[in-house]
């Protein structure tokens, strides 16, 4: 049975593959189950993973191997390295699986039928003798990062945050005019095409916070999406569209639909044989927004996870985390989130990594009262809620102040995502009430009001 061919590594998939291992499991080289993980172990696995028609191996070789049996990648490993595969092979997989660059999977023997585990190289970081050198990437916090450069957006997905993106040749996307390159991100999928100098945003294969569907169909420039990315707006600014306004930042990306305003400010809100009126309430913010409040918690993380909420992720916890139990959870998580380790978004809701303010009711009359309140940005209804309470007691304890308990998995996404919506959309975004003293009452508009939310 000839043996595989080895194409060397591209030097830029190489660092790029370098720095995706430092950002997302550790700072390279460092030492993990007695084993030195290094660039060079990195792209020998990546060599032979690459070298092979699927860019699979099976992770073992079976010590009673037939003579014309695939070698599994310890051999590989051993054979090219010197070194014991047996050792290696189980923390390298972990290392390039938590990485994004390659994936566990099963093989078939052709012989015994049996299945063995084995290790496949995702299709962004395979290559080939012809492949093109794709561009030197300018890495964030590397010293010499160029935001303006339009090369410095490819070190970080603007979507996800978390991945990298490739530049993908020889692969036409379905239903998109042909191009001679398209980008891609290799964490969650994300698909950028080239429109002149800039680049649309065609696809999203994996997004947790559906307000980033607002980008879809976005054309912006390189530095624009860098600066998404960072979570900033070039030059403070925000960015330009295609026809050269200004567009939203992802929060403030908002439809503006539905309600009627009047010119005291009240919205004429339609409620079956008759109409509503919602006054507006002044909100009183105090400082300005934070982020990463989630890193504030001082639960440890041992004690977190006794939540029935979270069974789900012991086993990987104890798998990969264990010696991070005694730690405080959110001290664990702001670690997980800085190595851009997307593992930490599982113990949050869908809005707990949100930017969050605080804010409280202007005092008024009108605060003292019971009724339904409604959550609207550019006249688009996102909330509404029965108010048993008063209006002040409400906005003040729920929607005006955020934990780091509200933040979680177990926590309140609704909370977070008002919150992070009033106080991010200041001029958009608005309170307002409607006050109604019969519990039945206000229990009927609310319940027909939910119908008309858009959002």
């Known amino acids: 049975m000839s043996g595989p061919q080895f194409f060397p590594i591209p030097p830029e998939m190489f660092a790029l593959a370098c720095e995706t291992v430092s950002r997302r ?39 009673d191997a037939a003579q014309d049996l695939q070698d599994g990648l310890d051999r590989c490993i051993e054979e090219r390295k010197k070194i014991s595969g047996k050792t290696v092979v189980p923390v ?10 390659t994936e566990m999977t099963e093989i078939t023997d052709r012989h015994s039928h049996r299945t063995r585990r084995g290790i496949r190289l995702l299709s962004p970081w395979t290559w080939h003798t012809a492949s093109a ?16 450069s339009p090369l410095s957006w490819m070190s970080m997905c603007p979507i996800c945050r978390t991945g990298i993106l490739n530049r993908v040749t020889g692969k036409q996307l379905f239903g998109i005019p042909h191009t001679d390159f398209y980008i891609e991100c290799t964490h969650c999928g994300a698909k950028f095409i080239p429109v002149g100098i800039q680049f649309r945003l065609v696809s999203i294969a994996t997004v947790r916070d559906p307000l980033w569907k607002k980008h879809l169909d976005q054309t912006f420039p390189a530095e624009t999406w860098a600066a998404l990315a960072r979570g900033t707006s070039p030059g403070g600014k925000l960015p330009l569209d295609r026809t050269g306004k200004k567009s939203a930042s992802p929060s403030q990306k908002l439809p503006s639909i539905g309600l ?39 639960t440890p993380l041992e004690d977190l996870l006794k939540n029935p909420v979270y069974n789900h992720l012991l086993s990987l916890v104890n798998a990969k985390y264990s010696r991070y139990l005694p730690m405080k959870s959110g001290l664990f998580l702001g670690q997980l989130k800085e190595r851009h380790d997307p593992f930490y978004r599982e113990f949050l809701n869908l809005y707990g990594d949100e930017k969050y303010g605080t804010f409280r009711l202007e005092e008024s009359n009108e605060g003292s009262k019971k009724g339904v309140l409604i959550v ?50 200041r001029n958009e975004a608005g309170v307002y009430i ?6 039945d009452e206000r229990t ?4 027909i009001l939910k119908e008309f939310i858009s959002v």
Request: glycine share 6%; net charge positive.
């Open 260 to 298: 009627t305003q009047l010119k005291d400010g009240s919205l004429v809100v339609p409620f079956k044989e008759k109409t509503l009126y919602f006054k507006p309430v002044k909100l009183n913010f105090s400082g300005g927004v934070r982020e990463d409040l989630f890193s504030r918690l001082q």
């Open 133 to 148: 050198m794709n561009p030197v990437v300018r890495l964030t916090g590397s010293g010499n990062d160029d935001a303006s």
């Open 376 to 425: 609207v940005v550019n006249r688009a209804m996102y909330y509404v809620v029965n108010c048993p309470d008063t209006f002040r007691v409400f906005i003040n304890d729920t929607f005006g102040r955020i934990s780091s308990d509200n933040c979680l998995l177990s926590g309140d996404s609704i909370r977070c995502r008002m919150n992070a919506l009033l106080c991010n959309n």
């Open 92 to 101: 390298i997989a972990d290392v390039l699986c938590s990485a994004g660059i």
């Open 444 to 447: 009927r508009i609310t319940d």
């Open 25 to 63: 499991v550790s700072r390279l080289p460092f030492l993990r189950s007695g084993v030195m993980v290094t660039g060079e172990l990195l792209g020998v696995v990546m060599e032979c993973l690459n070298a092979e028609f699927k860019k699979t191996l099976a992770l073992r070789t079976p010590p």
């Open 434 to 439: 409607h006050p109604v003293d019969q519990e």
